[in-house]
């Protein structure tokens, strides 16, 4: 199965095989542990998350803020 994505497996580990493992470490995991993080306060506090956080303590920043 890896052949078929990566013709050149049997000469060595191939250069886009190297850039792959390098975004899904670099952008994707981290991404994700961002992400999953903000669900989980999200789903702690629903009635702040609903109202964008306006009436929660002005020392955090939560990265939502108002367009004027």
């Given at each position: 199965m890896t052949l078929l994505f990566f013709p050149d497996w049997t000469?060595?580990?191939?250069?886009?095989?190297l850039?792959?493992?390098?975004?899904?470490?670099?952008i994707i995991?981290?991404?994700n542990m961002i992400h999953a993080k903000a669900r989980?306060?999200?789903a702690q506090n629903p009635e702040e998350a609903a109202n964008g956080y306006q009436n929660s303590?002005?020392?955090t920043f939560f990265g939502y803020?108002?367009?004027s």
């Open positions: 000469n060595g580990l191939p250069s886009d095989f850039i792959l493992h390098f975004f899904v470490g670099a995991f981290p991404f989980k306060i999200d303590d002005k020392t803020e108002e367009i």
